[in-house]
């Protein structure tokens, strides 16, 4: 389905409001060097809320989130967090070479102005599928509902928001330097190097999720938008602009770094002051987010050796103003092929065992000022200005491990102008979707020979025996096979012999045990089978 964004409302809350305000008087105080855009932001009522130091469990999920981290490497993250909504969209930042935003003091972008009567429209999924337009509800009340609704679908083919929920668009486990989103990994001394005034940085491992935002923000530029020399646009010596709020919660744990500690990895300095229980490292809450599924078990031939984990689900009970999103200057220039949207963000398959084809889909919105043709593999769509479409994404995990892997992949797509004469800059974009799935081997058997020895009084515990499902797997099938027992008739259900099979009582394993006579004078007992357990996977 592809929705026109050509007439949607615009109509923003009083927080936007309130940021503009704050900027104008910031601005007006003239200040002739401003911090750094990535300064922490001063803490509130209200706001993010400073947890006990990391010690105990909290510090074991601290290093849960490390390892679950490698998971998010190829995620983009175009945003600055900010929990005090006090950024001015629209505002230029200049980005330098190690990744550090500084403001340039230019308004260069502005929301699109309002039209009448938003719409939406369909796409057919062909060859080259146009969408076709069909009116809808006002913006506002559809912005309102979405905002007051308790729960929202997912795209088709990913897990399902339960009741309560919101359906998340971005998801994001790492690193961050101040309030710049940095990715999995950084080295530390470059951010100390780049503008040379800030001896201290605040470090953060983060675990956030933003939901999904109903009515999408799209900018103008302002008059600060000229034509550059070389092509394209350029605002002063910005690099890129600060877009809408975006709406999350966030888990993160916190320490400060100085320029003199500065040595190695980020990761690294968070495994070393974590292990040590260092009381530097602090958690903090911003609105309320459930975190399940970073526990990892030990699995023999999990990647990388040690551990395997599940899926890391991320829920977002309470969301607040969290995180601005950053978009280059390009995107405003008037003949730009703007870098399209994708949400969700990784793109999560769900739990899908080797072998098998998972898929889910994915909305991509045209930031662009042009229609555009979205292609992916032998599938094309058409996507109007402003507008989105959905677009299926699938992969077949391979692997041999006994137990729940986390796998990721790249898969891309292919924008394009829909009009082939239209003069923009760059002819095509090659984009980048992040994969995720939770898979391992479809099932998991055991088979082994169980029998008591031979004798008047034979040991019948011998033929007892509990077995354990993989980590991530659990109990199909409990069956012992070529039973025999010395009855009269050799059955083990017969003159007092009792052979039985079971799971147990969590599902993850199987119970056996086979009793029979015993005597003190003559005659001999035993009892022997072959015990079969077939496990399947059973992620979460």
Known sequence: MAVSGAERARRRGAAPARALLLGALA?????????EVPAAPPRRSGGAAVLPACKGSGCSQAGALLAAARAFSDVRHDYLLDTSSAMVPGRGLSRSAAG???PVGLACAQPKAEQAAPASAGATAGASGPATAGASGPGTAAATTAAAAPAIAAAPGAPAPAPGERAIDFRYVGIAVDSVLVGADVD?????????????????????????????????????????????CACG????????????????????????????????LFKARIEAGDRRVTMTSVGELAIEGVEG?????????????????????????LAYAIYPIADVCRFSLAEPEIAPLPLDLGVVP???????????????????????????????????????????????TAGCERQTRRDTFVVQPKDPASPVVPRQRAVVVPL??????????????????????????????????????????????????????GSCNAEGYRLTAEATADGRGCAFRCTGPSSSI?????CSYTATMVCRLGCK
């Open 354 to 400: 080797y072998g098998a084809t998972g898929t889910a889909q994915a909305l991509i919105t045209n930031r662009a000022q042009v229609d555009i043709r979205v292609t992916h593999g032998e599938r094309a769509v058409e996507v109007p200005a402003h507008g989105s479409a959905e677009l299926t994404f699938s992969w077949t995990p391979e692997g041999e």
């Open 297 to 321: 078990a030990p699995v023999a031939g999990a990647k990388g050796g040690g551990q395997a984990f599940g899926a890391l689900r991320l829920e977002v009970k309470k969301a607040v103003p």
């Open 100 to 102: 550090v935003f500084s």
């Open 237 to 268: 010596r910005a690099t890129h602009f600060i877009g809408a709020v975006k709406r999350g919660a966030m888990v993160a744990y916190e320490t400060d770094v100085t320029a003199g500690e500065a040595h190695g990895t980020a990761i690294g």
């Open 188 to 232: 530390l001394p470059a951010y100390f190097s780049a503008g040379g005034t800030l001896d201290r940085r605040r470090l953060r491992l983060v675990a956030m999720a933003l939901v999904a935002d109903e009515d999408p923000q799209f900018f103008d530029p302002t008059a600060s938008v000229v034509p550059a020399p070389g092509g394209g």
């Open 27 to 35: 601005s007006a105080l003239g200040c002739p060097g401003p911090p």
């Open 436 to 489: 995720q799935v939770t898979t391992g081997m479809p099932t998991f058997s055991k088979h082994e020979p169980i029998a008591t020895e031979t004798g008047r009084s034979p040991d019948y515990g011998r033929a007892s025996v509990d077995w354990t499902c993989p980590a991530g797997y659990v109990a199909e099938q409990c069956e012992p096979q070529l039973a025999s027992c010395l009855s009269s008739t």
């Open 522 to 526: 003559w005659g001999d007992h035993g």
